[in-house]
């Protein structure tokens, strides 16, 4: 039977952190399908119109609300979770929110429809229009239907502020995208203006991720189910995760393709996300990230859920050990998946750029050896150089690049027959968002609903054609910045990071001068165009005083 309502003490309400400012339409639709996950849903049905504040529809298949119950719902410090003088149990609060709190926050500033059945013969209809409710008899299966129209109707400053119905969908597609990852279990559906634009089957952390993102990435991911005991300083306690790693191979430009949860609610949280990126370790090259979602349930008491008002925080007691056992637990997985990178990088070096007026800062350098197959070290007087290989050669080949483009379009090359390129659907969002944009660094573009998209022209400048998955690192550069000061640099810098040398990619002695003459010619040779150093120079003063020494002289 599911629990009743209440309504909470003055004490209690003075001790709640949980928002009740509804800032944009993807607020209104995290905070329903807590609703819903908390009802014991296994199927979320999502549907937006717009931006969503038109309207937002989130339907569930839960145990669904009693009259009486509904009535409550909608009125301010109600919740199921909680006894009405409860405030010693906040932390205890192992559910995604306090059911009712944000009705009433909605219901504040929208039109709200909410028909609901939790078994009987007749359901409820109750609507709340500008403060006032009416309540019906309704015809519904067991289960919860809300309904939120007009959303910030009455305020026009709030409603002025969101960003273009193409971002703000973008925001609510990712924020569904989160949930279905860190519920697998569940069924969701998204459909915007009338089209689906994914769907999860609820089948396990797999199959999540092929809805997400798509099968050739669902492909080359393994599901981790890991669970291990911690230090609690005053004992041991048991932490658990489960969720889905791709491949190291598999990577994206930016971090937000790390997803993250803590029992079972997606949250922004630097450390544990963090933590999942250095399970990886020496796995991944470069400025690449990969893409992951985890769940993580620390032992009882570990985590305080209210310290953040949109409840995308939490509070972590015993984090540092936590953080340890999340990066122990993924690079664990990753080892019995045997998934390390194996693919090739290019490594032509042998193209000169156009020469500069001045001095090459590394003719008089010598090779003397590499390190990690990553650094060389090179003598340079009485200064020891090291060199970071990759990020040299993407300073070389960012400014052949920016050369063979100059102020020109971006020269394209035709794909023949049109790529498909699977992404999330906050990124097609953002590719119908910036077509201009793209089509003016030389992606051909057309969005085909879902997360699909129909790429017919890559830019292709160097007369090096760029692979499609270049898209893909382009939008999350666009996604980074929602204003981008140059797009176009940010392209070029990721083509250029693309073919370059890679941890692991060992290079001969002929190969290294060579990379150290190219990289001489370059306008700003010691930084790549992410802003990475490329040298490092240590003095040899430096070493003898490590070694104890006062001079050069062996003695």
Known sequence: MPPQLTRLDDAT????????VISRPARVVS??????????????DIAVDGD??????????????????????VQRHTTSKLAADAS??????????????????????????????????????????????????????????????????D???????????????????????????????VRFSLRHDGTTTFTTTGNGPRDALLGVYDADLARQATVVEHATDIDTGAGTGSLELRGVLAYPSVTRASREHVRVAVDGRPVEDSGLRRAV?????SLLAGDDYPVAAVDIQPPSGAVDPNVHPAKQEVGLRYRETIEAAVEAAVGDALSTADARRTEAAATDLTTELDSVDRTDPFADLRVIGGFRELYLLCEDGDQLLVVDQHAAHERVNYERLQAAVGDD??????????ASVSVSPAAASLAAAHADLLDSLGFAVETFGGGTLRLSAVPAPFGRTADPAALRATLDSIAAEETPADPRDALLAELACQPSLKAGDALSTDDAEELLARLGECEQPF???????????IDEATLAAGFDRESTRFD
């Open 88 to 153: 010693d149990a906040l932390t205890a609060v192992s559910t995604l929110g306090f059911r009712g709190e944000a009705l009433a926050a909605i219901c504040d500033c929208a039109t709200v429809e909410l028909v609901t059945n939790d078994g009987d013969a007749v359901g409820t209809e109750l609507r709340v229009d500008d403060g006032e409710v009416t309540v019906s008899d309704a015809a519904r299966g067991q289960g919860t239907t809300v309904t939120v129209s007009d959303l910030f109707a």
């Open 31 to 44: 905070e329903l399908i807590d609703n819903a996950l908390d009802a014991g849903a296994s199927r979320i």
């Open 527 to 537: 930084a790549c165009p992410h802003g990475r150093p490329t040298v490092c120079r």
């Open 155 to 185: 305020r026009p400053a709030r409603r002025e502020s969101l960003a273009g119905p193409a971002a703000e969908f973008g925001r609510i597609s990712d924020r569904v995208a989160a949930y279905a990852l860190a519920r697998p279990e």
């Open 13 to 20: 309400v003075a001790e709640i952190a949980a928002g009740e």
């Open 277 to 281: 990126i250095d399970g990886y370790d």
């Open 52 to 73: 969503g504040t038109d309207r937002i529809r989130v339907e569930d298949d839960g145990h669904g609300l009693a009259r009486e119950d509904a009535e409550l719902a």
């Open 409 to 418: 379009a971006v020269p394209t090359a035709t794909l023949e027959p049109p």
